[in-house]
């Protein structure tokens, strides 16, 4: 048996804090991060809906360090569950509520044209 030794290399993940610049809109962040192209901002959350009928979840977002994806802030919507039967009151119901939630879209885009525009970081 040899005693010679010999050099290998072994990775490591190494945590530290890393300081960053946070835009106005961001909500705060949750800390879980393992690498600098995972750390997103967030903005407020913003549910879309009326009545019985929560049809969106929509908020800012910037992935300031991605490296795939875009580093643009967007406006992240995600669509709720709509699957089901609905009555014919419930349908009508629903389209009232789609009606306002693309109202509300609207609004949000304008928003984030405004941002983008520089009237707010």
């Known amino acids: 048996m040899s005693t010679e030794l010999h ?3 072994v990775n490591l993940l ?3 804090s890393l300081q960053i610049d946070e835009p106005e809109w961001c909500a705060g962040h949750d800390d879980q ?3 600098k192209a995972d750390i997103t901002h967030y903005g407020p959350e913003h549910t879309i809906g009326t009545g019985d009928f929560d049809l969106f979840r929509a908020m800012l977002t910037q992935t300031p ?3 795939r994806a875009t580093r643009n802030v ?3 919507v995600e669509q709720q569950d709509l699957t089901g039967s ?3 009151d419930e349908v009508e119901e629903l389209a009232d509520a789609l009606v306002e939630a693309a109202a509300r879209l609207r609004r949000l885009g304008r928003d984030l044209a405004r941002i983008l525009a520089g009237g707010g970081q």
Do not use: G, I, M, R
Request: glycine content about 0%; aromatic content about 22%; charged content about 15%.
């Open 7 to 9: 050099t290998v290399n």
């Open 14 to 16: 190494v945590t530290k």
């Open 33 to 35: 991060a393992q690498f």
């Open 65 to 67: 360090f991605a490296e």
């Open 74 to 76: 967007d406006l992240y």
């Open 86 to 88: 609905y009555t014919p």
